[in-house]
């Protein structure tokens, strides 16, 4: 008999934005004429910078002609890639971080949803809430919660955001083992501070747990206080992991590149409480079920290092950051509380009683799409997620729309 794994059928019905997709494409079926506005999954409309997409040319022109052709590229990604984000997204910042702790992958979705294979079973595992439901719904498949209790699995430790807490949370009285941080925060938009991380480095340290750092939407931060990276602060090496996008950054969703940086000395425990390295763990992880990122697209987010390449980059991420100041300031004047916007590209409002509701009033009356809040955890309710990537053009006009719909 072909057993399937039960843990799956703990799982809500579908993810997150498979459902927003579901009602949206009925809304649309219902109402054919309805032109939908999107702001509910990060997804950007930009196309390519200029650089990316000469490279990426280059990159397939090399594969047309036999003293330039590759194969199989190294596991790992190529060291041209490699060299690149190592320079400038960490030594340039002071964070002691070498190309060969650096792993090139299709996505940091992929990435933050299976590096839980190479924990225990039995660990406890910290996510906060709201969180982004890939961190909670591979622990979930993994097995490592019980059932899902109104809106929480059984077995999860939730590190509460809040308006309380300006949605950056503390770390917890009681011992944990693997903690999912995301800055800046997908849902909220928050940003955490050098102090914040550090005591989070600190409680890592004395509780032998470990850090998974998700920092997909470093680019958007504009605060020079506010740590990029999680090797910034003193002693994370030992304790964290830390996830990176080309996605939002430059534009790379469908082209497909990210990486994730495991320092050599990052550790965990064996079943004696002996100290393991994570470097070759999730190095013989990845050698095995991973082939490589295409040579042609590694040539395209090389590009995003060179002089022209980061101009373009700024460019994006300063036209994305003013569609989050209209949107921002547009459901401020309507009387929303809003957060994020600023180093982010997504702005978190209080909505209401109810996020599902207040996702349909806006599909039903403005026809734009944003995310609900409770969707990404409790904590969300009463919450809705509107995303600042898409054209000015249909920002302004979600926003009239908004504003007319709420009125
Ligand atoms: C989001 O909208 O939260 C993200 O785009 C989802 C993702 O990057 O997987």
Known sequence: MIKVNENYGKLKASYLFSEIARRVSDFQNNNPEA????????DVTCPLPDACISAFHEGVDHMGKEDSFR???????????????????????????????????DGSKCDSGNIQEIFGADIKVAVSDPVYPVYVDTNVMAGRTGENIDGRY?????????????????????????????????????????????????????????????AAYVAFITDPQIPHSIFEIPGAREVAIEFRSFSKTAGFTGTRCAYTVIPKDCRGFDEKGDKTLI????????????????????????????????????????????????????????????TGGINSPYIWIEGGEDSWEFFDLLLNKANVVCTPGSGFGKCGEGYIRISAFNSRENVLEAMKRIKSALK
């Open 35 to 42: 032109n939908i506005i999107k702001l509910g999954i990060g």
């Open 279 to 338: 470097h070759p763990l999730w190095n013989r992880r990845h050698c095995t079920k991973f082939n490589g990122v295409s040579y042609p697209v590694q040539r395209a987010a090389e590009a995003i290092y060179s002089p022209a390449g980061k101009k373009e980059v700024k460019g994006l991420v300063d036209f994305y950051l003013e569609n989050a100041a209209i949107i921002k300031k547009e459901m401020e004047t309507l009387g929303y509380t809003c």
């Open 154 to 214: 059984e077995g999860l430790f939730y590190l509460e955001c809040t308006k309380e807490n300006s949605f950056v949370p503390a770390p917890p009285s009681e011992k944990v083992d693997l903690i999912y941080l995301c800055f800046p925060n997908n849902p909220t938009g928050t940003t955490a501070s050098r102090e914040e991380l550090t005591a989070w480095v600190e409680y890592a340290k004395e509780n032998d747990a470990l850090i998974l750092f998700d």
């Open 71 to 105: 194969g199989y590229g190294p596991e790992q990604g190529y060291g041209f890639l490699r060299e690149a984000i190592a320079e400038n997204d960490f030594q340039s910042r002071g964070a002691d971080i070498s190309a060969d702790e650096i792993f090139i992958s």
